[in-house]
């Protein structure tokens, strides 16, 4: 049976509503959810844009590089790939710093 408070509404409701009001909860949310799509919206663009290219620019994606070894669509493909790992990196470096910091702020503010 959950435990209520003297109104008779549930005390994990309560705490919950606490943290939902917390203004640092809110900027984390916020900075967060902007952070993650703006990476997300950056590789869509990328992704995107690497499909265009496969789909209408057969003359560059065909052009041979490297002596004959390779071609540019294969280096761009490559570059779409490396470029997921970076924006990987880039998301969890703010995580393990700004993000930790609000998350370890917000901790504090509300004595856990």
């Not at 993650?36 to 290219?53: K, N, P």
């Amino acid at each position: 049976m959950p435990v209520t408070d003297a109104a008779g509404a549930d005390a994990g409701d309560s705490e919950v509503n606490r943290i939902l009001r917390n203004p640092t909860f809110q900027e984390l949310v916020k900075a967060r959810s902007g952070f993650a799509w703006t990476l997300s919206i950056v590789m869509l663009v990328i992704y995107l844009g690497f499909i265009l290219l496969v789909a209408f620019a057969h003359g560059l994606m065909a052009t041979p590089i490297a002596g004959g070894a390779t071609s540019t669509g294969i280096i761009l493909g490559l570059v779409v790939i490396v470029s997921a790992f970076v924006l990987t990196g880039i998301y969890v470096a703010r995580a393990n710093t700004r993000f930790d910091e609000m998350t370890q702020r917000l901790r504090q503010e509300l004595g856990r």
